[in-house]
């Protein structure tokens, strides 16, 4: 466990809390995000930000640098979320190229079982 860092960027305060130490190379989709709402401004008492434990954070005084953090952070969101997105879209045309070939073989139930479980993930991926 290493301390990581939570970000308010309106009052440009952190706060240090526990963390995994490899949180941001196994799981860097969650910086920027605000996690569960635990983590709060001592200011302004709004939920703060996940930075990650190694982020360099500028002094308090430094508007500048606060802003290209915030841009920093507002870019690797929006990276990560366009990379799901495609990578949920791969998967959806996958599978519907699977189910298509499915359909096309000779009937058993082991092939109606394997569709059905498909046509579920499927059609969680769209939800």
Same mark, same amino acid.
């Given at each position: 466990m290493t301390n990581g860092n939570w970000a308010c960027?309106?009052?440009r305060i952190t706060v240090r809390r526990p963390t995994w130490r490899q949180v941001a190379y196994f799981r860097p989709w969650v910086i920027g995000s605000k996690g569960d709402g635990q983590v709060k401004c001592p200011e302004c008492k709004e939920a703060c930000n996940f930075l990650g434990p190694k #982020?360099?954070?500028?002094? @308090?005084?430094? @508007?500048?640098g606060w802003e290209k953090l915030r841009s920093l952070?507002?870019?690797a969101k929006l990276y990560w979320h366009d990379r799901v997105r495609r990578q949920n879209a791969?998967? @959806?045309?996958? #599978?519907?190229r699977q189910i298509q070939e499915l359909i096309h073989r000779p009937e058993n139930e082991g092939r109606k079982r394997f569709i059905e479980s498909l046509r579920n993930e499927l059609e969680e991926l769209t939800q």
């Open positions: 960027f309106n009052c #982020i360099a954070v500028p002094p @308090k005084r430094d @508007k500048a952070v507002i870019e791969e998967r @959806k045309h996958q #599978i519907e």
